[in-house]
Structures are given as structure tokens and as C-alpha cells.
């Protein structure tokens, strides 16, 4: 069964970066979506990055410029770099990986948690 697992969470100053990974196993990936979503208490998950099978990147609107998405095919491992963070970036982030073909899947991590002190 398709699996994947965050890691790269934690606690950072403001104005810090962080790194973040996702590995997915059980299977072959290469024309899959990878994504970036996060989630804050009592509120609608939402997009944060996602990236293509042709590395082609997706931002939302408070993050582009500040984060980067990546991928490795080889590794089945996703990226993302996180600089100038601030406050409103303290959430649960999840990793993502979706399939549109078969076997059709949508595979969600556990959730890691990014707080930014002052």
C-alpha cells in the first residue's frame, strides 16, 4: 500500500528556514502530484505548494517567494524550503501525494508541526 511520511518539523526562530521531506513507498511515482497543505485548528485544509510530474510548481499567494518545492523521482521524496518565516506559518503542515490515473490514490501524511518563535 502507498505510504508516506513527513519529517523536518519542529521549532524555529523568526526569520529562520526550515526543511522539510516527504517519502512515499510502495510503489512508482514519477507522474504523480505532490503537494504541501496545511491546517489550523477548526479550519478548511489548504494548499500551500504543490508540484507536478514535470516539476512544475504551484504557489499559494502567502508563501510564493518564501517557499520552494521540489522532487527527487529517484528517492520518491518531496522537498520544501521554507525561509523568512513568521508567525503565521505556525500550523500543522501535511504531505500529499495524488494520482488522477490507475490505481487512482490520495495519500496524506501524519502532519508535522512548524512553530516560529519571536
Do not use: H
Request: glycine share 14%.
Amino acid at each position: 500500500q502507498v505510504q508516506v511520511v513527513e519529517s523536518g518539523g519542529g521549532l524555529v526562530q523568526s526569520g529562520g528556514s526550515l526543511r522539510l521531506s516527504c517519502v512515499a513507498s510502495g510503489g512508482a511515482f514519477f507522474g504523480d502530484v505532490w503537494g504541501w497543505y496545511r491546517q489550523a485548528p477548526g479550519k478548511q485544509r489548504e494548499m500551500v505548494a504543490t508540484i507536478t510530474s514535470g516539476s512544475t510548481s504551484d504557489y499559494a499567494g502567502s508563501v510564493e517567494g518564501r517557499f520552494t518545492i521540489s522532487r527527487d523521482n529517484r528517492k520518491n521524496t518531496m522537498y520544501r524550503e521554507m525561509n523568512s518565516l513568521g508567525f503565521d506559518d505556525t500550523t500543522v503542515y501535511y504531505c500529499n501525494l495524488r494520482r488522477r490515473y490507475t490505481p487512482v490514490y490520495n495519500k496524506w501524511g501524519q502532519g508535522i508541526k512548524i512553530t516560529v518563535s519571536s
